[in-house]
């Protein structure tokens, strides 16, 4: 079969040199211009890759393509390798075009296109073949994690050409601070990129997903991922929650221990200054609920909540003051001492105002009074008292007094 395989690639090859010699004399000078043009081509491992050489001036002469063993592949639009995957896509005297499916990372290589003018003119083009990364793989996480542990995760993939990028993100916060590392696999083509992330976990990290995403171009911008959910164990916290501001004498009190932690606590634990509950009667437990029925002074107290789990407890406390209802609802009210307090400035201040406005007025009009007898005071006898006012008062028409 090799030997029936070299004969016929000899055969094409001597053929076309056969061809091109007795038509050399006439086509020397026509072949000056004859180029083979081709172009590089990179496809997916299990791709399909075209393979296209051009002539834009030819005058019937073949064209041929070799592979990087430079083995014929096609001689014009005659098939020379039997390779079920190589399939002529077109063949004349401008153009040859074949197509390599189902590509393999040992297709990469040069190909050559061949014009078989005197001398034989080639163009190389470069078929690049990208590995494609497996699915990655998330190690390292084992449930549950304490709250406060050091946690490392590390993500792996195989097969890339070139080799992939791994990037590490936390809801949906990208991490930077990872370590990275690349190895070349016994192909010897393709790699293995691993990336390990560290970070300390707490009790906001429970139920958060840790994805890891393998980006390659071979990926057509739909990137690889692989997602760990984390499980943090943690203690309680605590709080309690009143059902009222302001509990009242003779009124129900409900208080809500609310508690969170994982695993759950549960139950919970309620206490009143130190001790047990008083009065059972009154003070019925339900679930996480404290109900106090009919409060009274004797209520008043600090009330504890303790919840505990597996990881360890928690407590908080509440203290209750009981209110006499009148003196709460003569506190909600208007104030009146307030009220009646402003009344009264503002009494004061208006009777102020009116007594100063009067004594202003009163000063002014007196001055007027005294302007308009003034020289009658001095006068020796009355007769003269009264011409010297009269003129005082014709001299008082020629002044103008304007009041405002």
Same mark, same amino acid.
């Given at each position: 079969?090799?030997?029936?395989?070299?004969?016929?690639?000899?055969? %094409?090859?001597?053929?076309?040199?056969?061809?091109? !010699?007795?038509?050399?004399?006439?086509?020397?000078?026509?072949?000056?211009?004859?180029?083979?043009?081709?172009?590089?081509?990179?496809?997916?491992?299990?791709?399909?890759?075209?393979?296209?050489?051009?002539?834009?001036?030819?005058?019937?002469?073949?064209?041929?393509?070799?592979?990087?063993?430079?083995?014929?592949?096609? &001689?014009?639009?005659?098939?020379?390798?039997?390779?079920?995957?190589?399939?002529?896509?077109?063949?004349?005297?401008?153009?040859?075009? =074949?197509? #390599?499916?189902?590509?393999?990372?040992?297709?990469?290589?040069? %190909?050559?296109?061949?014009?078989?003018?005197?001398?034989?003119?080639?163009?190389?083009?470069?078929?690049?073949?990208?590995?494609?990364? /497996?699915?990655?793989?998330?190690?390292?996480?084992?449930?549950?994690?304490?709250?406060?542990?050091?946690?490392?995760?590390?993500?792996?993939?195989?097969?890339?050409?070139? !080799?992939?990028?791994?990037?590490?993100?936390?809801?949906?916060?990208?991490?930077?601070?990872?370590?990275?590392?690349? /190895?070349?696999?016994?192909?010897?083509?393709?790699?293995?990129?691993?990336?390990?992330?560290? &970070?300390?976990? *707490?009790?906001?990290?429970?139920?958060?997903?840790?994805?890891?995403?393998?980006?390659?171009?071979?990926?057509? !911008?739909?990137?690889?991922?692989?997602?760990?959910?984390? /499980?943090?164990?943690?203690?309680?916290?605590?709080? =309690?929650?009143?059902?009222?501001?302001?509990?009242?004498?003779?009124?129900?009190? =409900?208080?809500?221990?609310?508690?969170?932690?994982?695993?759950?606590?549960?139950?919970?634990?309620?206490?009143?200054?130190?001790?047990?509950?008083?009065?059972?009667?009154?003070? #019925?437990?339900?679930?996480? /609920?404290?109900?106090?029925?009919?409060?009274?002074?004797?209520?008043?107290?600090?009330?504890?909540?303790?919840?505990?789990?597996?990881?360890?407890?928690?407590?908080?406390? %509440?203290?209750?003051?009981?209110? *006499?209802?009148?003196?709460?609802?003569?506190?909600?009210?208007?104030?009146?001492?307030?009220?009646?307090?402003?009344?009264?400035?503002?009494?004061?201040?208006?009777?102020?105002?009116?007594?100063?406005?009067?004594?202003?007025?009163?000063?002014?009009?007196?001055? %007027?009074?005294?302007?308009?007898?003034?020289?009658?005071?001095?006068?020796?006898?009355?007769?003269?008292?009264?011409?010297?006012?009269?003129?005082?008062?014709?001299?008082?028409?020629?002044?103008?007094?304007?009041?405002?």
């Amino acid at each position: 079969m090799i030997w029936k395989r070299s004969a016929v690639l000899r055969f %094409y090859s001597v053929c076309g040199l056969l061809l091109q !010699a007795s038509a050399s004399k006439n086509k020397v000078k026509g072949s000056q211009g004859q180029f083979p043009l081709t172009q590089n081509v990179t496809v997916v491992e299990g791709g399909t890759a075209i393979l296209t050489c051009r002539v834009d001036q030819n005058d019937n002469t073949s064209l041929q393509w070799s592979n990087p063993a430079q083995q014929t592949l096609y &001689f014009d639009d005659k098939k020379a390798l039997r390779d079920n995957r190589i399939e002529l896509v077109r063949a004349s005297w401008h153009e040859l075009s =074949i197509s #390599v499916s189902d590509v393999s990372l040992s297709d990469e290589g040069q %190909y050559t296109c061949s014009l078989f003018t005197m001398p034989v003119k080639t163009s190389k083009a470069y078929l690049t073949v990208l590995g494609v990364p /497996e699915k990655p793989q998330i190690s390292g996480f084992s449930s549950p994690v304490m709250e406060g542990d050091l946690m490392q995760l590390t993500c792996k993939t195989s097969g890339s050409k070139p !080799a992939a990028d791994i990037r590490w993100f936390k809801n949906d916060k990208e991490i930077k601070d990872v370590k990275y590392l690349k /190895e070349e696999d016994a192909n010897r083509k393709t790699f293995t990129v691993s990336s390990t992330l560290d &970070f300390r976990v *707490d009790r906001s990290d429970d139920g958060v997903a840790v994805i890891c995403r393998v980006d390659h171009e071979s990926l057509n !911008a739909t990137p690889q991922v692989a997602m760990q959910v984390l /499980e943090i164990h943690y203690t309680p916290s605590v709080k =309690i929650i009143p059902s009222t501001p302001f509990p009242q004498e003779g009124q129900p009190l =409900i208080l809500t221990c609310e508690s969170k932690g994982k695993p759950l606590p549960e139950p919970v634990l309620w206490t009143k200054d130190g001790g047990e509950l008083p009065d059972p009667d009154r003070m #019925v437990v339900s679930g996480r /609920e404290l109900n106090i029925l009919f409060l009274n002074k004797t209520d008043n107290g600090t009330y504890r909540c303790e919840a505990t789990n597996t990881i360890g407890q928690s407590s908080a406390e %509440y203290v209750l003051i009981v209110h *006499d209802p009148n003196a709460l609802a003569g506190q909600t009210g208007p104030d009146h001492a307030l009220i009646g307090g402003i009344v009264a400035v503002v009494v004061f201040v208006t009777l102020c105002s009116i007594f100063l406005l009067g004594r202003y007025l009163a000063r002014h009009k007196g001055t %007027y009074l005294t302007n308009e007898a003034k020289g009658a005071e001095d006068a020796p006898d009355a007769d003269t008292a009264i011409i010297n006012a009269e003129g005082s008062q014709v001299n008082a028409e020629e002044k103008k007094e304007y009041f405002i």
